[in-house]
């Protein structure tokens, strides 16, 4: 069992489905299907017996998306032990035409565009050449008012700050000429 625990434990920190990780979301979707049967058994109410339908069907769907996600993975894999000649899976994919990256990129490993129009640059945009430019000083402040504190007026004869909805209903019937 504590072996069980530490497998778990570890599983979360796998990328992709564990069969650990499988097995105790199904036991515990499982105790759950239990515990909303024996509920409805008991109460005879109608919503459990919805309660268990979107368990069951977010039960089918993880084990779904478990199974296809691992069928990819096998595919990967079996992609990988065949581009064992030198080529990687994106290059063989983009070189034969089936597969293009985002944005219409035929670079393997960039995934935008400006990524790659860095590459094309070389050592003409490298980081030296870079210059940081001053920018002009902007000011949203009046002018003759500099480092001035100023205070907003208040709107009510309160002190605390707090005003009632009640307070702000008479302001907007005062405003109005009521």
Not at 107 to 112: K, M, N
Not at 143 to 172: A, C, F
Request: proline share 6%.
């Amino acid at each position: 069992m504590a072996s069980f625990i530490e497998d778990l434990w570890m599983s979360v920190f796998t990328p992709g489905p564990t069969p650990t990780l499988l097995v105790a979301t199904n036991v515990t979707f499982a105790a759950l299907q239990t515990l909303l049967m024996a509920l409805l058994w008991f109460t005879y109410s109608i919503h459990f017996f919805a309660l268990s339908l979107l368990s069951a069907a977010l039960w089918f769907s993880i084990n779904w998306f478990a199974k296809e996600l691992s069928q990819v993975q096998a595919e990967q894999e079996a992609a990988a032990k065949d581009g064992q000649d030198g080529k990687t899976g994106e290059e063989k994919g983009s070189s034969d035409g089936k597969r293009r990256l985002p944005g219409g990129l035929d670079t393997p490993g960039s995934d935008t565009e400006t990524e790659s129009l860095t590459e094309r640059k070389g050592p003409a945009a490298s980081g030296s050449d870079l210059r940081p430019t001053e920018a002009a000083p902007t000011s949203l402040e009046l002018p003759g008012k500099h480092n001035e504190v100023r205070k907003r007026p208040s709107m009510g004869g309160e002190s605390s700050g707090y005003v009632s909805t009640d307070s702000e209903w008479e302001k907007v019937e005062d405003s109005n000429g009521n």
